[in-house]
């Protein structure tokens, strides 16, 4: 491509000479021509300044399989991989290294063109030694893809990438663990939930590692929440016995569930994982009846009366703002944006009840001290920093009886 490049610079150059030649033997009418022909020769030699973005995302893949579709739903962001770019010609990036985000990503950084086309290299400069590399490539220009089953020696990264002018470009890289895997998972039942959870994992070996770290899951990005271990000791696989703890918080309710990629029992404190095994862990938590925090706190409850068959959960209760839309289950509090303006709504959502079968009072809201807290239009609240509010519906069941179990 460079030899290409430097015979169409020859060439430009071969062309002007001759009009420089001509332009002196021409008369006046010929001189005009020639002077406008050297302008757009000129123009065609000047180097060119202009510019791109490539942004890296590097992604772990549990089993190294559907990794494009993500099919069985088993990719983590590859946080604190670190990353090494640089143009080998045609032009300059913004920044020739960095290291993943807690979502993957790096980027997008900037690739100044000063020809036509620059050429980007993108490299990993140190793997882990317990990860295979499963698959890569970037999109938003001609197809680069890199497909080995190890990323070692030489074969880091994609390299000589085409970046033309005005181009977004995506890189991905896909990894799978070669070792044993416990993934935590933080479930906080409020994307408005500031509140961050302390977690351990402790091995039951000595050369076991102690790890200690913090998820959330709220809408920010500096906790990621979730977090993927794979066990290995000096780039040996560690399977064996690990406690996996969340440090309790006042005013917070947790609960804890586990599953095996083997169909194994597992408990977080007690999590017997072998060599082959891919172990879950989510831990959800909600704030306890009572507690009083600095933001508005919600709950909606659905009641259904009457004889019909129809559940509290077969309505979708919502409360939405001009930000956010957050979905409710009976009697579940949610944190929610002090000052902003919730619409509040029940839907059915069973295909098996009929809401012509009820009818629907409206709501009705109080404070924790059990006073009335008014309503816009009916259906809508605004409630200021700590604030404990619950609102209520009744969904009244207007048939005949109808024998079976009654609702709860």
């Not at 070669?178 to 039951?204: A, C, H, N, V, W």
């Not at 891919?278 to 009846?289: D, G, H, Q």
């Not at 009705?364 to 404990?388: A, H, K, M, W």
Request: net charge negative; with cysteine; proline share 4%.
């Amino acid at each position: 491509m460079s030899g290409q490049k430097g015979r169409q610079k020859m060439h430009i150059k071969n062309q002007l000479i001759r009009c420089r030649t001509a332009f002196r033997r021409s008369n006046l009418k010929q001189k005009v021509v020639i002077i406008i022909i050297m302008g757009f020769l000129l123009m065609a030699a000047a180097p060119v300044e202009a510019s791109s973005s490539v942004t890296i995302h590097n992604i772990i893949d549990l089993n190294g399989a559907n990794f494009m579709t993500n099919s069985d739903g088993d990719q983590f962001p590859g946080s604190g991989w670190s990353f090494e770019t640089n143009v080998s010609s045609g032009g300059s990036i913004s920044s020739t290294s960095g290291t993943t985000n807690s979502q993957g990503i790096i980027g997008p950084y900037m690739v100044t063109l000063t020809s036509s086309f620059a050429y980007l290299n993108l490299n990993i400069p140190v793997v882990p030694s317990f990860y295979t590399f499963v698959y890569g490539y970037c999109s938003g220009t001609d197809s680069y893809e890199l497909d080995l089953e190890y990323l070692d020696w030489d074969d880091r990264g994609i390299q000589e990438i085409e970046v033309s002018d005005n181009t977004d470009i995506q890189c991905y890289f896909y990894n799978r663990p070669r070792t044993p895997i416990i993934i935590i998972e933080e479930d906080t039942l409020s994307d408005m939930d500031p509140q961050d959870f302390q977690y351990s994992l402790i091995g039951q070996s000595s050369a076991m590692a102690e790890k200690y770290f913090t998820l959330d899951d709220d809408n920010d990005d500096t906790y990621s929440n979730s977090a993927i271990y794979p066990l290995q000791w000096s780039g040996y696989a560690m399977p064996g016995i690990y406690s996996l703890t969340q440090t309790g918080v006042s005013g917070w309710r947790t609960s804890s569930a586990c599953s095996s990629s083997l169909g194994k029992n597992q408990i977080a404190s007690n999590i017997n994982i072998a060599e082959n095994e891919i172990v879950t862990c989510v831990f959800t938590n909600s704030r306890s009846l009572g507690s009083t925090p600095n933001f508005p706190i919600l709950t909606l409850i659905n009641h259904v009366k009457g004889n019909g068959l129809a559940r509290r959960s077969d309505w979708t209760m919502t409360a939405v703002s001009n930000e956010n839309n957050i979905i409710f289950e009976s009697g579940i509090p949610h944190s929610i944006a002090a000052g902003k303006k919730y619409t509040l709504n029940a839907v059915v959502n069973n295909f098996d009840v009929d809401s012509d079968d009820y009818n629907r009072s409206e709501w009705s809201c109080q404070t924790r001290e059990g006073v009335d807290i008014p309503l816009f239009d009916q259906n809508s609240i605004i409630l200021n920093n700590g604030e404990n509010v619950t609102c209520a519906i009744i969904n009244s069941y207007n048939q005949y009886f109808i024998p079976g179990p009654r609702p709860y």
